[in-house]
């Protein structure tokens, strides 16, 4: 099983939905993620179950890898991490979270189990079964006080208006770009997880790269998990951004 972490051994977001056990969970999505077991005392469960790591928790958790990061000057405004399953979002997510002491809020622990289930079976989802996740996800990034990371595949033009005009036009998009090729392998390697590779084509067809969006990083993926991470963070220290 391997697991390209940047910080070995530490604990990750926690998502938990309702009606599922933590075992249940743990097998939808990644194997080797200790999830609901590192649960620390400063993490809270939200309305729908959704477990948000505080961010004094997060800093407790930070490796060796990611201190220096603590030098980053507090960024203004949430993060979400995009683009079609596989490309790494989770990962990413988490790192950045890490490294600006934010809460991270995987988005896929928001989707109703209806969605889950669909993707589950390898069929794609529609508008229609994404507009109340992104709801969702937007009610969260409005209704937090501080600054979140959120990870949300945000394919199309639309979801993200959605998703900007929820956050009040402050969030920044990371688009984690990458080959087919990259992307598949990616999926077909990773163990677990609900989301059937078969599945990347229609995520790919519906795609709508987010390319001169306002606020928006593009970060290649074809290199190591700590290389995109660092690319990640590099292209967020960009002071246009906090305009
Ligand atoms: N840059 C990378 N190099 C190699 N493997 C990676 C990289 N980024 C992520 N992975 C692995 O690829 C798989 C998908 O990553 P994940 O973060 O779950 O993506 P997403 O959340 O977008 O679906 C996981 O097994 C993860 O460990
Ligand atoms: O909009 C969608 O079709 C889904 O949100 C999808 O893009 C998402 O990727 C899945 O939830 C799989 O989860 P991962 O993104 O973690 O692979």
Same mark, same amino acid.
């Given at each position: 099983m391997s697991c390209p972490r940047i910080s070995e051994g530490s604990c990750e977001l926690v998502s938990l939905r309702q009606g599922t056990t933590p075992e249940g969970n743990r097998q939808r999505r990644t194997s080797f993620r200790s999830k609901s077991a590192c649960l620390g005392a400063g993490a809270a469960l939200s309305a729908n179950g959704v477990a948000i790591m505080s961010r004094r928790d997060e800093r407790s958790? =930070?490796? %060796? !890898?990611t201190s220096p990061l603590d030098q980053v000057s507090k960024f203004p405004g949430s993060i979400v991490v995009m683009g079609v399953s596989g490309c790494g979002k989770t990962s990413v997510g988490e790192a950045v979270a890490r490294a600006f002491g934010y809460a991270f809020i995987e988005g896929d622990g928001l989707h109703p189990q209806t969605n889950i289930a669909k993707m589950s079976a390898g069929v794609p989802l529609t508008d229609e079964d *994404?507009? %109340?996740? $992104?709801?969702?996800?937007? *009610?969260q990034l409005s209704a937090s006080a501080e600054p979140l990371v959120v990870s949300c595949? =945000? $394919?199309? *033009?639309?979801? *993200?208006a959605l998703l900007r005009e929820r956050a009040g036009g402050d969030l920044i998009f990371v688009y984690l770009q990458g080959s087919r090729d990259v992307l598949a392998g990616r999926m077909q390697h990773r163990e677990g997880h609900f989301m059937p590779a078969s599945l990347l !084509? +229609?995520?790919? =067809? +519906?795609l709508e790269e987010p390319i001169g969006e306002p606020r928006t990083v593009v970060v290649d993926v074809d290199q190591s998990a700590a290389d995109v991470i660092k690319a990640t963070l590099a292209a967020l220290r960009d002071p246009g951004l906090s305009s």
């Open positions: 958790m =930070a490796s %060796p !890898d *994404r507009w %109340p996740w $992104l709801g969702e996800i937007g *009610r595949s =945000a $394919l199309k *033009r639309s979801y *993200r !084509d +229609t995520q790919l =067809a +519906t």
